[in-house]
């Protein structure tokens, strides 16, 4: 996590833009980028909402998803990669990392000069090989396998 945290640290001063779209929750993502100092490398998170009432977890979903089969009825990523997409002019390039069968929506909606990092022999991986995508597809194995390849993409 430190190296990554690293990387993070060196290429913020740089034109990237650190992005959370995840099916979490915020109480579980907040206590990860508090107790790793890394909340000041990610501008946005988009996430289901939660807190603690009387003991218990209380999460709510992001938002209701009854328009995207592809996504959980929570949240669909292709819809936020949408909302990102818009926000921002003049996207360059976009890196997509996933695993899970809610990553495949938005990796559909890559261009050929993106990304996607799909995690060895988890759905989205199993997925993007069943299908026709734009975007370059990269596996990764583990945290560290992740890094490396994400520097090489880096130096591209």
């Known amino acids: 996590m430190m190296k990554i945290l690293d990387l993070l640290q060196q290429e ?3 034109v990237l833009e650190n992005i959370i779209v995840s099916d979490a929750n915020t109480v579980y993502i907040d206590y ?8 000041q490398y990610f501008s946005r998170i ?3 909402q939660a807190e603690w009432e009387n003991g218990q977890l209380r999460v709510s979903p992001y938002h209701n998803n009854d328009f995207c089969n592809m996504c959980p009825d929570n949240m669909c990523k292709g ?3 949408e909302e990102i997409f818009n926000d921002f002019n003049n996207i360059s390039q976009i890196i997509y990392i996933g695993d899970g ?3 495949f929506c938005p990796s559909q909606k890559l261009r050929s000069c993106d990304y996607v990092f799909a995690r060895k022999n988890y759905p989205l ?3 993007i090989a069943e299908s026709d995508i734009e975007a370059e597809m990269v596996s990764w194995i583990d945290g560290i396998d992740l890094l490396s390849k994400f520097k090489e993409v880096l130096m591209k």
Do not use: C, H, P, V
Request: proline share 0%.
């Open 12 to 14: 913020s001063s740089n």
């Open 79 to 81: 819809q936020i990669y």
């Open 32 to 39: 990860i980028l508090e107790t790793s100092n890394a909340n």
């Open 125 to 127: 991986e199993k997925l």
């Open 101 to 103: 069968r809610g990553d």
């Open 46 to 48: 988009f996430t289901n």
